[in-house]
């Protein structure tokens, strides 16, 4: 079963806008990744959030994680074209804590 | 420094054959582990290792082996490739292997067709 689940499974917006991305899991985390994959290409670390944190910042990147609803959002802002990309929630269960485990992912398009 | 390399990038098996897939990671990461990538299914852990001569099963160990006797590889073999193993595997480590919070690092896959 996926600790992580991402929300929407697809999602197409315009170059310049907001995107968000949706992700829950079932367990209690040690902590939440976000990870970016480009076609054809292996998975490149985003940020990581730890349970005690409720709100994240890396360059355009805002992560924030709500432990009582068990649920994560990733908000890509001014986006880009190079923002193309498959986007993956990780999950560290407190138990099993060295199984990361990976939701279905969110294909975002940016279109110019 | 190369970081996490996998070979083959592509592979073809004939159901029945044997292989095994190569990684090799040049950060002197005690955490190493294989996933499988399928279309709508997310990534999906098979086997991981915290250290050389240490290693545990994912979510979906059968059909594949692993042994770690070096810090630096991690091969997986598939001993009787099934058409159901064709996917895309890969390989990622992070450093410490009692660190749940250092990010993975990945390869860039191998693709295998199993006929």
């Known amino acids: 079963s996926q600790q992580g689940e991402e929300d929407p499974q697809a999602l197409s917006i315009q170059e310049g806008e907001n995107a968000t991305m949706n992700c829950s899991y079932k367990?209690?985390?040690?902590?939440l990744q976000w990870y970016r994959q480009n076609s054809g290409r292996g998975l490149v670390h985003l940020i990581l959030?730890?349970?005690?944190?409720r709100e994240k910042h890396s360059g355009r990147l805002r992560v924030t994680l709500d432990t009582s609803k068990k649920s994560s959002s990733l908000l890509i802002t001014a986006s880009r074209a190079a923002d193309t990309a498959s986007y993956f929630c990780?999950?560290?269960?407190?138990?099993?804590?060295?199984?990361?485990?990976f939701g279905q992912g969110t294909r975002l398009t940016i279109n110019p | 420094n190369a970081g996490v390399t996998q070979t083959p990038k592509f592979q073809v098996l004939k159901t029945g054959q044997s292989m095994t897939l190569q990684c090799a990671q040049d950060?002197?990461?005690?955490?190493m582990s294989w996933y499988r990538q399928d279309p709508g299914m997310g990534l999906r852990l098979i086997h991981y290792?915290?250290?050389?001569?240490?290693?545990d099963q994912g979510e979906v160990p059968n059909g594949y082996n692993v042994s770690r006797s070096t810090t630096e590889d991690f091969p997986l073999r598939l001993l009787s490739a099934a058409p159901s193993q064709t996917s895309v595997y890969f390989c990622?480590?992070?450093?410490?292997?009692?660190?749940?919070?250092?990010?993975?690092?990945f390869g860039n896959g191998t693709r295998l067709t199993v006929t």
């Open positions: 959030i730890r349970s005690n944190e």
């Open positions: 990622a480590s992070r450093e410490t292997g009692g660190s749940i919070n250092s990010p993975l690092h």
């Open positions: 990780a999950a560290t269960g407190v138990q099993g804590a060295q199984k990361l485990v």
């Open positions: 950060m002197n990461h005690e955490y």
């Open positions: 367990t209690s985390i040690n902590n």
């Open positions: 290792s915290v250290g050389a001569g240490i290693t």
